[in-house]
């Protein structure tokens, strides 16, 4: 099992391209993370495109295959994975040992999906899933596949496993390479008591591509694994415990929010590699490769999984009752912060609707949250949201904020015309990508009858 040497790196971001170019030109950053699904084959972003031009590998790192989950990785993910990795000339592809997304064809339920990565039990039902999707994600991708551990903020009851031996037997079945994140180490120490070294001893160091670093903070005795704080010293204290047992060909710096001065960039950075530089654990073995095996995970396993994973999510993010078995009361700090990230999704994918909305755009999208699910795309989160508010249902009654938000959404939700004429609009707003539906949904359909008393 070869791994490609990385060096020192950081989740590159739109927001500190320029940083992290900076950051490369002066010999700080080897290589740098893009998020799979941010990136388009056929137009990479001008600051990837200038890191690769001065040699700066740049890798790849999905969200959304759900390799953790009871159905089978979708092809034209898969696909779509691949072609980025080959259009950005990566070494590997990443993503996570998580479920995104419950119900359908396995529980005849609805669909659910979930906006955010939640634990996959450590059951033999769900590792045996687990190994043949990864198998199948193997053989769709022209590059070497790596895995990243979780955190969490609820555990699943009746686990058979440790995180370490549910990790060491996934690397055993199906050769995958693992990407071992120290901050949910950290994060899964304080939310769920786990040990990080115990996961550290059990794991197969031969098998780590990298190791991502983070921050987070915590709020009421929960650890929230925000990548938007400094990395604390307890994180790097399990990445030195990791690098006295190995040297992992890479280490990367995660930052995806309130993102400080380049000059506190460059001092996390710096205290990455002071951690790395003190590492006695030698570079670690390479193995063989292990070939992938043949049994398939059984239709039953895909089912009972499904239940399970279904009515976790459903809890989560459709106000079901809580599964038994799961503390109530972490289902509701998960709960609540899937509906906190959806809200500041949305806000940046339609900056406009806190614009108009103001101090009401947080409380009211939470009410929403509450009341409908996750719909698998965020501008079509925005625009059910706005329909959800203009139909009265926030408590929001502004007559000028609605005829705002009317006109908002008229302009962004699909071809089917209105029948009243529309309020000059401001250049700011004209122009912006938001794609609708091809055709009028049931929301538009509702919508078009409201908006006939709502517009002059």
Not at 73 to 81: I, N, T
Request: proline share 9%.
């Amino acid at each position: 099992m070869e791994h490609s040497y990385l060096g020192t790196g950081i989740g590159w971001r739109p927001e500190i391209a320029a940083a992290v170019e900076a950051l490369a030109e002066a010999g700080r950053v080897d290589w740098v993370e893009a998020v799979a699904e941010n990136v388009c084959p056929g137009r990479l972003p001008g600051s990837l495109l200038r890191l690769r031009e001065r040699g700066v590998t740049v890798v790849p790192h999905g969200v959304s295959l759900g390799l953790g989950g009871a159905e089978r990785p979708g092809a034209e993910r898969l696909a779509a994975l691949a072609q980025r990795a080959q259009a950005l000339g990566a070494p590997l592809v990443t993503e996570h040992i998580a479920f995104v997304r419950g119900g359908g064809e396995l529980t005849g339920s609805a669909h659910l999906e979930a906006g955010h990565l939640l634990p996959v039990p450590r059951t033999r039902d769900a590792l045996d899933v687990l190994c043949e999707n990864v198998r199948i994600a193997q053989d769709a991708l022209p590059v070497p596949l790596a895995l990243e551990n979780i955190a969490a903020l609820v555990a699943w009851p009746d686990e058979e496993m440790s995180e370490g031996a549910f990790l060491a037997e996934l690397v055993e079945r199906t050769g995958v390479r693992l990407l071992i994140d120290v901050a949910n180490l950290h994060t899964n120490h304080v939310n769920r008591g786990e040990d990080p070294l115990a996961a550290l001893d059990a794991l197969p160091v031969h098998a780590i591509a990298y190791v991502h670093v983070a921050g987070g903070v915590e709020k009421d005795g929960v650890w929230h694994d925000s990548h938007a704080h400094p990395v604390p010293e307890a994180v790097l204290d399990v990445m030195a415990a990791l690098y006295e047992r190995a040297r992992p060909p890479g280490v990367l710096l995660e930052r995806d929010d309130d993102f400080p001065p380049d000059g506190e960039l460059a001092g996390e950075l710096a205290a990455i590699r002071r951690v790395v530089d003190a590492g006695t654990g030698g570079r670690a073995e390479a193995s063989p490769d292990v070939p992938a095996g043949v049994a398939a995970a059984p239709g039953a396993a895909r089912q009972r999984l499904a239940l399970r994973q279904t009515a976790l999510l459903s809890a989560l993010v459709a106000g079901t009752p809580v599964p038994e078995g799961f503390d109530r009361t972490r289902i509701g700090v998960q709960s609540r912060a899937l509906a906190a990230k959806r809200a500041g999704v949305v806000a940046k994918v339609a900056p406009e609707l806190p614009e108009i909305l103001g101090a009401a755009y947080r409380p009211a999208f939470l009410r929403y949250a509450a009341a409908r699910p996750f719909p698998g795309g965020y501008r079509r989160d925005a625009l059910d949201f706005a329909a959800y508010v203009l139909d009265g249902r926030s408590g929001t009654h502004d007559p000028a904020l609605t005829r705002q938000l009317a006109a908002w959404w008229r302009e962004r939700s699909g071809p089917a015309p209105l029948p009243a004429p529309l309020p000059a609009r401001g250049p700011r707003l004209r122009g912006r990508v938001f794609p609708g539906p091809r055709q009028p949904s049931h929301v538009f359909i509702r919508m078009r009858d409201t908006l006939r008393s709502k517009l002059p």
